[in-house]
């Protein structure tokens, strides 16, 4: 065999190794990039999910705290703050149908535009711009027998979705968040939360 050939095949492994471990390196790299973004993108679900679910928290409980003001109140200023929290919920509506809508989906199967027309149907009812509840109190006098009715319908149907949202805690850190969206383990207290806005909703 001559030398040439045996520098040629000297020269083959080396160079076929250099290769390899910059090819090696390179999948490394690309993987790591995509498992980072793959992460990043659950952390950003995860916290859009996280303050959502706030978002129901609040609605929930300035709904029946406002709703149950105006059952109790004796003064114009009470008046007055019984209706700011209402519109506080009204603020927080939004966000609150935006949850309930990924979790009927998770929960059970059905399309997006199924459940997003349901469910907005259902908080316009309660806190939409044409509901009763957004004339309430404005009159001279005590309330009426239908606007006490009323009233209590809210407030307890307020109190039910509490009660579902309650049994989870959002999360506040990027781990939690990444949880939030593996897990699921909050669409079963969301769905429970929505059922309870479309009885309310059912009844007004």
């Known amino acids: 065999m001559s030398d040439s050939i045996v520098k040629k095949r000297s020269y ?10 910059i090819m090696t390196t390179l999948i490394i790299i690309y993987c790591s990039k995509y498992l980072l973004s793959q992460q990043e993108h659950t952390t950003d679900q995860g916290q859009r999910l996280a303050e959502q679910y706030n978002y129901a ?7 029946h705290d ?3 003001l105006l059952l109790t109140s004796k003064s114009q200023a009470e008046t007055i703050r019984a209706a700011k ?27 997006k535009e199924d459940a997003s027309a349901r ?13 009763q509840m957004s004339t309430i109190g404005e009159h001279e006098g005590s309330l009426t027998q239908e ?6 319908l809210v ?3 307020a109190a039910q979705m509490q009660q579902a949202l309650n ?29 309870s806005l479309e009885q309310l909703a059912a009844k007004l």
Do not use: C, H, Y
């Open 57 to 63: 928290l609040v609605f929930a409980g300035k709904l």
């Open 155 to 157: 407030r307890d149907g």
């Open 119 to 131: 469910l907005r149907i259902a908080m316009s009812a309660i806190v939409g711009p044409d509901n």
């Open 85 to 111: 929290m209402l519109g506080e919920a009204n603020l927080a509506s939004s966000e609150t149908t935006s949850l309930f809508i990924e979790a009927t989906q998770l929960k059970s199967g059905q399309t």
């Open 167 to 195: 049994g989870f805690r959002p999360p506040s850190s990027e781990d939690g968040f990444r949880q939030m969206v593996r897990l699921g383990n909050w669409v079963e207290f969301a769905k429970g939360a929505s059922l």
């Open 147 to 152: 606007e006490i009715a009323q009233l209590t």
């Open 12 to 21: 083959t492994i080396p160079v076929l190794f250099i290769i390899m471990v």
């Open 66 to 68: 406002g709703a149950d």
